[in-house]
């Protein structure tokens, strides 16, 4: 025995937790429906969606030493919170248009379950 006195591990099984992907992603009236791949169901307001928007212009950007760009708040008008469309991008998020014409926010689906299960 080279190594005396010290025991062997088994090795314990590398397990990793992968993304959780929607099944189904559909606007029905002011919330948007998701049909996660564990069964579960989740329902956002378009306006909570939009509020957390994870663009740049909405929610600033940092740069390398960690101070946060901005831009000024601003008052959003209705049609801020009206969907004009849903983009699917690759197998990892979502990218909606509003009436408004705003159109950089990429959702991850990480982001888009955090969103739907954060309490009010």
Not at 40 to 65: N, Q, T, W, Y
Not at 76 to 104: E, K, N, V
Request: aromatic content about 8%.
């Amino acid at each position: 025995m080279p190594f005396a006195g010290i025991k062997r591990r088994t090795a314990l099984p590398l397990r990793l937790t992968l993304p959780m992907r929607p099944l189904d992603i559909q606007p029905i009236g002011q919330e948007l429906a998701i049909k996660w791949e564990d069964g579960s169901e989740s329902f956002v307001s378009l306006e909570k969606l939009r509020r957390h928007c994870p663009c740049a212009g909405c929610k600033g950007e940092v740069d390398i030493m960690g101070n946060l760009y901005k831009n000024p708040g601003r008052p959003l008008p209705a049609q801020s919170f009206q969907l004009r469309g849903l983009m699917r991008i690759g197998t990892y998020a979502i990218q909606p248009t509003w009436a408004d014409g705003h159109a950089s926010g990429i959702y991850s689906f990480d982001y888009l379950r955090e969103i739907a299960e954060e309490t009010e």
